[in-house]
């Protein structure tokens, strides 16, 4: 049975009841359905349930399964998105929304500031099969519409980039895309789905890595891709559950309840984010302090009108000292862990140029500003003045 009552609740409503499904038991928390396949009462019904999959009927979990979908409607229910099909990870909703959608012949414009996998799969992988991708520099708008021609099946960008935090303004560049008819996809893990309203400022499909803030708490990996019914049930389905990108239920039911909690997180981290932001500016260990929601960052008033004013989690330091004063000053904190995860309750440091990014060339590193001094910081839950001290210390313990 689906218990959601009310598709009118606010957020913070859906966030604790969307896509709840209650077994004949009648149990308080979520179910966890960790079955791979589903008996049938008779022959005729397997037939029939072959030819057509209707509601609340499963086949294979590959294909679906209750607790992967109380997920899927429950974060489908925030974001606002007709359908969702919850994924393994990230990447496989990356992977799982461009090649669902593309085929060989059709051209993509990209923003070049992406996370490294991303950028493997529009340089390495949909190239190979024969799609053209532009890259473009995603905060100019110029670039887009210097880009998009008429074959432009795509665009994709990350809202919010990783790991040097341009945010990316979603309803212009929706505008061009849809000019020449091309599907909006937007990877929208650092705007995170509390503070974004993609799918209504023009997005037209939203991935998202689950095993950031969804989960939180750095316990499983898992991903989602939202758009319209159409795009989900008959364009990402069949490519996902013929290749096997699906969601486990363990982790769907892990993911179900870090989406009850997701707010309070998301909020707390960002207030203290800003927090730290503020104290650390004009530190003489630093050539930048990044963070969206500093007055002083480029795109301050986009982040005002996209994300309500909220500039996210993570923020990035420059330190002048170079690579050097950037693995002293991670050796020297004492609360947060040097990792590479995001959106936990525990803060992580992280050395882009030489982990999450080590992979792209100088020349592609200095473009997007991942300089050896940059560390990359996660917030977490902790508190805010212990947080500000710690990482003050380590500064003034490192050189530069
Ligand atoms: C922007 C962005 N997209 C996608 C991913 C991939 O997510 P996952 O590790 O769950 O595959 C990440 C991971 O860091 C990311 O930062």
């Not at 301050?300 to 004063?325: F, H, W, Y």
Request: hydrophobic share 45%.
């Amino acid at each position: 049975m689906n218990d959601t009552k009310d598709s009118n609740w606010n957020n913070r409503t859906k966030l604790v009841h969307g896509g709840t499904r209650r077994s004949q038991w009648g149990e308080v928390s979520e179910a966890i359905f960790l079955t791979q396949g589903f008996v049938y009462d008779s022959a005729e019904q397997a037939e029939a349930r072959f030819i057509e999959t209707g509601p609340d009927e499963f086949i294979y979990a590959r294909y679906g399964n209750p607790t992967v979908a109380m997920f899927e409607e429950r974060i489908a229910a925030l974001e606002g998105a007709e359908d969702a099909f919850a994924t393994a990870s990230g990447m496989a909703a990356v992977n799982g929304a461009l090649t669902s959608l593309l085929k060989a012949g059709d051209h993509v414009v990209s923003a070049r500031a992406l996370f490294g996998s991303c950028l493997y799969i529009l340089e390495n992988i949909l190239t190979r099969f024969g799609v053209e991708v532009t890259f473009v520099d995603g905060t100019d708008l110029e670039q887009w519409r210097a880009a998009v021609r008429p074959d432009t099946k795509a665009v994709f960008f990350e809202s919010m980039s990783n790991p040097t935090l341009e945010v990316i303004d979603v309803a212009a560049v929706a505008e061009i895309a849809h000019a020449v008819g091309a599907t909006v996809v937007v990877d929208n893990v650092f705007s995170t789905p509390v503070f974004s309203d993609a799918i209504a400022q023009g997005a037209d499909v939203v991935v998202y890595s689950a095993t950031k803030h969804i989960d939180g708490q750095g316990r499983v990996l898992g991903g989602v891709i939202l758009g319209t019914r159409d795009f989900i049930r008959g364009t990402v389905e069949p490519y996902m559950k013929h290749t096997g990108g699906s969601l486990s239920p363990f982790n769907a039911w892990t993911l179900l309840k870090g989406l009850e909690t997701i707010s309070l997180r998301v909020n707390a981290q960002a207030e203290t984010a800003l927090q730290i932001a503020t104290a650390l500016q004009g530190h003489p260990k630093l050539a930048r302090t990044i963070y969206p929601g500093l007055a002083d960052h480029a795109q301050n008033a986009l982040v005002q009108r996209q994300l309500g004013g909220k500039g996210g989690t993570v923020l990035s330091l420059d330190l002048k000292g170079g690579k050097e004063a950037a693995f002293a000053f991670l050796n020297a904190l004492t609360i947060p862990v040097i990792s590479n995860n995001l959106g936990d309750a525990k803060s992580i440091a992280t050395h882009p140029a030489t982990t999450t990014h080590q992979r792209l060339p100088d020349d592609q590193k200095v473009a997007l500003g991942i300089t050896p001094g940059l560390v990359r910081f996660s917030v977490g839950l902790e508190d805010p003045e212990d947080l500000i001290a710690d990482l003050t210390q380590a500064l003034d313990a490192c050189g530069g």
